[in-house]
């Protein structure tokens, strides 16, 4: 994220104490002001499914959560979304200074997000939200990776998209 500072991005990657989506807010709060934004979609009453999305300036991240409860589906989301982001992913002793601007992502997970981005564009967020929580988010592996890869290209030439 180039539009924060050193030391800002050391706080949005320092470690989460409490895991709570309270924590999560705070911190966006603190970071970003009134500049972010969350939107919450449900996916699945019956089996409470939830996507957040979280809005900083020209970022978008996604999360997914699945729970007993609506409520506590929602909380999982947003954790979820705001980890995506890079929030709690650095160490406490981190230094500001050693810390890159933007964490590298591989290679697969971005062909991944640009399959779900178009997934979503296209009207199909729902089916692909559901394989990406069927792979437990990129895969586990590079082998799930690619298998999710896949089935995301799949699903988009089954309905009639070019991948």
């Not at 564009?121 to 692909?128: P, R």
């Amino acid at each position: 994220m180039d539009f924060l500072t050193p030391e800002q991005l050391q706080t949005l990657r320092a470690p989460l104490i409490r895991e709570e989506s309270s924590e999560v807010l705070e911190r966006l709060n603190t970071l970003f002001a009134h500049d972010w934004s969350l939107e919450l979609d449900v996916f699945d009453v019956e089996h409470p499914t939830v996507r957040a999305r979280l809005r900083i300036q020209h970022i978008t991240r996604d999360g997914l959560g699945q729970a007993e409860s609506l409520k506590e589906a929602e909380k999982r989301a947003l954790l979820s979304a705001a980890r995506v982001l890079g929030m709690g992913t650095g160490e406490a002793t981190a230094q500001a200074s050693t810390a890159p601007a933007e964490p590298a992502k591989p290679k697969a997970h971005q062909h991944i997000d640009e399959l779900m981005e178009k997934c979503n564009q296209v009207g199909l967020g729902l089916e692909a939200a559901k394989l990406s929580m069927q792979y437990k988010g990129y895969g586990e592996t590079l082998e799930d990776s690619r298998k999710l890869y896949v089935a995301l290209r799949e699903l988009l030439k089954k309905n009639g998209h070019h991948a």
